[in-house]
């Protein structure tokens, strides 16, 4: 008998991601794909870019996909998992229906689907689903039938050891870098990405999962750090990168404008946490190493920000022990879900009208509706 990890009924893995430019000349048509039907004047396109330029015109996210996918075939290795893994961007190269042709024509017939976004909301979740959708009826409008393969997502893992346990560590790594006479005194600001409050309201199947999901994971981090140093440290989620017009509410308050209350507050220093993300992104390097930092410098605030999980062994093993846990319960097993704190495991299925579309319904696969 085979001691080898069973992660049937599926035969492979597919890693959906955000995606980004790998050079100048990809840039605005990146941006176009991600903004596209939300009528942005060019010029804010162009503005943006600027961002992208400063880095060389190649956003972070696609290469660290590439190493999260080795470390992630590397582990299955290891341990026995016969699960090949494919990847797939929504807004850039490999797109997702490419992707998922190359997987029918490989002989896939059943996939899990890791989402790079820890959390409950329409952008995190559910418009990842809907591309698969869109994808999946590609595929079938071209079999002239049914889609060749079905999809499964992994659920939510923002309160997962394996991501609490990273960010805990690299946490009071960071915090060491601070200097020694403010960083017993630092407070951390936790960081994730803002969205309109109709979409955080509507986050989750009975609404309000986004925000409350992150202050558990933030609470979570915030009490092993504690546990770690033997300091109880001032805490706060905070969000970063609004983009939307600004008669629209979205959620707040904002990084700089925290890090200003924080030096009025007479606080020592501060360790920018960005619990929102997966890994050091666009988003990370600018609007948090680039912009947050200068503003606490110029505050005269010492800040350190600390890494996401990234390829952290402990998070690729998260993915494995995802898999595994999916595989089994599809099995009829009931497999150990791992979860820290009062929110426990999310679901395997999104339930109908969870995540709703701001903007219009669509069809969303890998959920119940």
């Known amino acids: 008998m085979s001691s080898r990890p069973a992660a049937a009924p599926y035969d492979a893995l597919l890693l959906l991601s955000f995606g980004g430019p790998e050079g100048p000349e990809d840039v605005i048509p990146f ?25 060389g015109g190649v956003s972070p996210i696609n290469q660290q996909c590439r190493e999260l996918i080795a470390a992630i075939e590397a582990d299955f290795a290891a341990v026995g998992v016969d699960l090949p893994v494919y990847w797939a961007n929504r807004n850039w190269e490999p797109y997702l229906p490419g992707t998922l042709r190359r997987m029918a024509g490989d002989g896939v017939r059943r996939a899990l689907v890791f989402v790079t976004s820890a959390y409950a909301s329409y952008s995190g979740c559910r418009q990842y689903r809907e591309n698969l959708a869109a994808a999946l ?102 969000y970063q990168s609004r983009s939307g017009p600004p008669t629209q509410p979205w959620l707040e308050p904002d990084i700089g404008d925290h890090l200003e209350s924080l030096r009025d507050g007479g606080a020592a220093a501060v360790a920018i946490v960005p619990i929102g993300f997966v890994s050091d992104h666009m988003e990370v390097r600018y609007d948090l190493d680039t912009e947050a930092l200068r503003t606490a410098a110029k505050l005269g605030l010492p800040a350190v920000r600390v890494p996401t999980v990234g390829t952290d062994p402990r998070f690729v093993t ?13 099995r009829g097993e009931a497999p150990v879900r791992c979860a820290l704190g009062a929110l426990g495991p999310s679901h395997d299925v999104c339930p109908a009208g969870c995540c709703p579309n701001p903007r219009r319904p669509l069809p969303a696969a890998a959920g119940a509706g």
Request: aromatic share 6%; glycine share 10%; charged share 25%.
């Open 137 to 238: 009826a590609g595929l079938a409008e071209e079999s002239g039938g049914t889609a060749p393969l079905a999809l499964d997502k992994l659920r939510h893992y923002f309160n997962h050891p394996g991501f609490v346990e990273p960010m805990v560590r690299r946490t009071v790594a960071a915090l060491a870098e601070l200097p020694a006479d403010v960083r017993d005194r630092a407070h951390l600001a936790f960081s994730t990405h803002s969205i309109p409050l109709a979409q955080a309201d509507g986050s989750g199947p009975d609404g309000g999962a986004y925000v409350r999901q992150h202050e558990e994971a933030a609470a979570l981090v915030a009490a092993g750090v504690r546990e770690a140093t033997g300091l109880d440290r001032p805490w706060r989620l905070v």
């Open 31 to 55: 941006l176009e794909n991600v903004t596209r039907g939300r009528g942005i004047p060019r010029e804010r396109l162009a503005e943006v870019g600027e961002h992208y330029h400063a880095f």
């Open 318 to 330: 998260m993915v494995r022990e995802l898999v595994l846990e999916r595989a089994a319960a599809e």
